[in-house]
């Protein structure tokens, strides 16, 4: 036993990650009963979930209270590229579905009985709102926004702090990242809970009935990943971007797609981006920022969710009208976290802009949920993702700019 606990802590975590992915969908599709196995995966999610606000109150503290001059700069070009990146994804969302357009068979959907909001003004009140959330409240609510927020606010006071203070706060960092990577450690059987609980339950049906919408959803996710994001870092960085992209999905949307939650991949994309050798003044605050507005997959899902219902209702959409929905749907994306139910819910708002009714606008999102497994699974993989790959871009492009030489992967 000894000797196959250190072969196994031997191989990598990816691997391990892709044994327990592999050994989960076979047990999910030999045993689906064995419901027991699902428990595995609640359990991951679940202690990711409950230390993702802290890690990122306390990284962010420690980080500001320690921080060098130069973050100011880096944080501009990363909210930058979150925001242009979101609103490429929506015009790529627009071009996919003219290419390709897609109507609904409605009348089979289930609708929702969530409350959408009635316009982006209260998108973005919800938004305001939550940044000035009680501190403690933001916390045991895992509101980010907030966290983030009040975190920055504390972490500036104690910059004037005592080295003593400094050096505690550095401490208790350093501990809570430990504590992280013990969980991280366990994500095999996290992963394999995961996938035996996708399989058993979904099977493939969930292809069949709307196959053509995810197709459509899917591949436009897939164009932004492949095509879009790298000509963004070749751009910047002048060196070929697929290793790092490759990385960030191997590590990150690997995970994201699974746990289909953006707060609950945070520690993984700070274990990346350590790994990168990234500064972690910059990504301790970067990388939970991204999880709340750099929402590429949720501005492509909205746009392509409207577009199908006014392709639905005859209604057509002209090149101004799908300039201002790519706008409409980016703006919305980035306040979606602070909308219960995430992108889903912000489709009836974008539905307005053709004169579609509420009562259709909700079919609509029912059709949603119905395809959720697979669409939020591969919306998160985007954003998680792509909030790493966006931020060590930020940060290699002020290195390229110094003339210092940039390498992409590290050799560790």
């Not at 669409?375 to 985007?382: A, I």
Request: proline residues 4%.
């Amino acid at each position: 036993m000894k000797n196959l606990l250190q072969k196994w802590n031997s191989l990598s975590l990816i691997v391990r990650i892709l044994i327990g992915l592999i050994i989960g969908a076979i047990l999910g599709v030999a045993a689906p009963k064995a419901t027991g196995l699902a428990l595995l995966g609640d359990l991951f999610v679940g202690a990711l979930r409950a230390v993702a606000p802290i890690l990122v109150f306390v990284l962010v503290i420690a980080s500001l209270a320690n921080s060098k001059s130069n973050g100011a700069k880096n944080m501009r070009i990363v909210i930058i590229l979150y925001m242009l990146t979101t609103f490429i994804g929506a015009v790529v969302a627009v071009c996919g579905s003219f290419l390709f357009p897609i109507t609904l068979r409605l009348g089979k959907a289930a609708t929702s009985e969530a409350a959408p909001p009635t316009g982006v003004l209260e998108v973005l009140k919800n938004l305001l709102m939550n940044i000035v959330s009680n501190p403690v409240d933001s916390l045991v609510k895992a509101n980010y926004i907030g966290i983030l927020a009040w975190a920055v606010v504390f972490g500036l006071a104690l910059k004037a702090a005592t080295p003593g203070t400094k050096k505690a706060l550095h401490d208790i960092s350093a501990a809570v990242t430990k504590a992280v990577h013990w969980i991280i450690n366990c994500a095999p059987f996290g992963i394999l809970g995961l996938v035996y609980n996708t399989v058993s339950t979904n099977g493939l049906s969930i292809f069949t009935d709307y196959g053509k919408l995810l197709a459509l959803l899917v591949g436009c996710m897939l164009f932004t990943v492949f095509v879009t994001n790298p000509i963004i870092v070749f751009s910047m960085l002048r060196r070929n971007p697929y290793p790092l992209i490759l990385k960030c999905l191997k590590e990150s949307g690997l995970t994201a797609f699974f746990t289909r939650s953006s707060a609950a991949n945070i520690p993984m994309n700070m274990a990346l981006c350590e790994k990168l050798g990234l500064n972690e003044d910059n990504y301790s605050v970067s990388i939970p920022l991204g999880s709340t507005i750099n929402m590429d997959g949720a501005a492509i899902t909205i746009t392509v969710m409207s577009l199908a219902a006014a392709h639905t209702m005859g209604i057509s959409v002209d090149i101004p009208t799908a300039i201002i929905l790519s706008v409409l749907a980016a703006v919305s994306a980035c306040g979606a976290s602070g909308v219960a139910g995430g992108s889903l819910l912000l489709i009836p708002l974008a539905c307005s802009l053709f004169g579609i009714s509420n009562d259709v606008a909700m079919q609509v999102v029912g059709v949603g949920f119905i395809i959720g497994v697979v669409q939020d699974s591969v919306e998160t993989c985007l954003n998680s993702s792509s909030d790493v790959l966006l931020t060590a871009t930020a940060e290699l492009y002020q290195r390229r700019k110094a003339g210092e030489d940039i390498v992409l992967i590290p050799n560790k």
